[in-house]
């Protein structure tokens, strides 16, 4: 039998087991040769953020290949275990129930609790501050030696309008934006209930400093003598609403812009007929701009029940709604703030299509048929 053919049959897996094999053997002579037990220690994280395949492949490999008792391996695994249950879930291979299979597999169990307020900013504040100082006289070291062989190099030259001509101006620049993530960490602390607000989450903590920091740094561009203080409250709670709540926020901006279509026709029609509604059509837009988001919500809120299992994906990306209901009676952000602030670049903007497509399906009565629309990837059934 042809030894290459068999191992192409077998598969990816059983080319792996073989090594995994010798590596075995490997480390059982040297734990005779020692006379002490040797192990392994596998640190197995970030598979969350993995596509489902790769997530179910790492998983199939941990149970086959690091399941045997013989075997000198100590496999770690730290994931968010609703992710791994749904990828468990959708594929065909594995178990139905995702939770019955995590509990086949993983032998000894520590569920982290959530976050606290403490702990985010902790993180908050490490990112912020950035390496402590051993990591930073290391990475010194390091641009200090890479400097040195590059002016050894002749093909080496900086023009007189080289970026990198004028370190001094650079590092200005450099100092602004981290003297600006400063001032945005000591603002995100001053959120009373910063352990519902903030997301328990690393990357979207630092999506939150980051865009604040963004969008603080275009502003104060644009406007030189910006209020301060108060921009930086609306940005801040702006963002934190995109990144923790992009559905109902996309929502919300939806109903605004249809009510504000609506009543754009009616002076429209009314500046055509010079009628009384013209003046009623102009009222009613200036009273509709000060109007809070909360009350946009609530106004809508039953409309957004009626649909949600068709936007379930999209509600599965917001945190709690009884918090939003809460921050956003926090914020009173009004109708007539969203022109300053829509423009904020952390909210996707497809969300908002998406429920513009059924918010319109829903008023010509066809939304109980399957109806498909084209997007990027091809044709989606709403």
């Known amino acids: 039998m042809n030894r290459t053919n068999m191992s192409d049959q077998l598969g990816f897996m059983h080319c792996v087991k073989t090594e995994v094999e010798v590596l075995t053997n490997f480390l059982q002579f040297k734990s005779f040769s020692q006379q002490r037990d040797i192990r392994v220690v596998l640190l197995i994280n970030d598979l969350d953020i993995c596509t489902s395949d790769r997530v179910v492949g790492v998983l199939d490999a941990v149970n086959i290949l690091l399941s045997d008792k013989e075997v000198p391996f100590i496999s770690i695994l730290a994931v968010d275990p609703q992710i791994m249950?749904?990828?468990?879930?959708?594929?065909?291979?594995?178990?139905?129930?995702?939770?019955?299979?995590?509990?086949?597999i993983i032998s000894l169990p520590f569920s982290v609790p959530r976050m606290n307020t403490?702990?985010?900013?902790?993180?908050?504040?490490?990112?912020?501050?950035?390496?402590?100082?051993k990591e930073k006289q290391h990475d010194a070291e390091m641009k200090s030696n890479v400097?040195?062989?590059?002016?050894?190099?002749?093909?080496?030259?900086?023009?007189?309008?080289?970026?990198?001509?004028?370190?001094?101006?650079?590092?200005?620049?450099?100092?602004?934006?981290?003297?600006?993530?400063?001032?945005?960490?000591?603002?995100?602390?001053?959120?009373?209930d910063g352990e519902t607000s903030l997301p328990g989450n690393k990357i979207q903590l630092m999506r939150i400093l980051n865009t604040i920091t963004i969008e603080l740094l275009v502003r104060e561009k644009a406007d030189?003598?910006?209020?301060?203080?108060?921009?930086?409250?609306?940005?801040?709670?702006?963002?934190?609403?995109?990144?923790?709540?992009?559905?109902?926020?996309?929502?919300v901006l939806q109903c605004v812009e249809d009510k504000i279509q609506s009543i754009e026709l009616k002076l429209e029609e009314g500046n055509m007929k010079e009628t009384k509604e013209m003046g009623e059509a102009k009222q009613e837009r200036l009273e509709y701009l000060e109007q809070s988001l909360l009350q946009v919500f609530r106004d809508n809120e039953g409309v957004l029940d009626t649909i949600k299992k068709r936007i379930k994906n999209l509600l599965e990306l917001d945190g709690d709604p009884d918090v939003f209901k809460a921050f956003l009676l926090k914020c009173d952000f009004k109708v007539k703030d969203i022109e300053a602030l829509a423009n904020i670049v952390s909210l996707d903007h497809s969300l908002k299509r998406k429920l513009e497509l059924i918010r319109g399906l829903r008023k010509k009565g066809s939304l109980d048929c399957t109806i498909s629309i084209p997007n990027e990837d091809g044709n989606a059934s709403l």
């Open 85 to 104: 249950v749904e990828c468990i879930e959708k594929s065909s291979n594995m178990f139905n129930n995702g939770y019955e299979y995590l509990d086949r």
């Open 118 to 133: 403490r702990t985010k900013l902790q993180i908050l504040r490490e990112y912020v501050h950035g390496k402590d100082e």
């Open 147 to 192: 400097a040195e062989n590059l002016s050894c190099c002749p093909s080496y030259r900086r023009g007189p309008n080289h970026i990198g001509e004028n370190p001094e101006n650079a590092g200005d620049g450099e100092n602004h934006v981290a003297d600006l993530k400063i001032k945005v960490f000591n603002n995100l602390k001053t959120i009373h």
């Open 224 to 251: 030189k003598n910006m209020q301060q203080k108060q921009q930086n409250d609306a940005v801040r709670d702006w963002v934190l609403l995109t990144i923790s709540w992009p559905c109902r926020l996309s929502w």
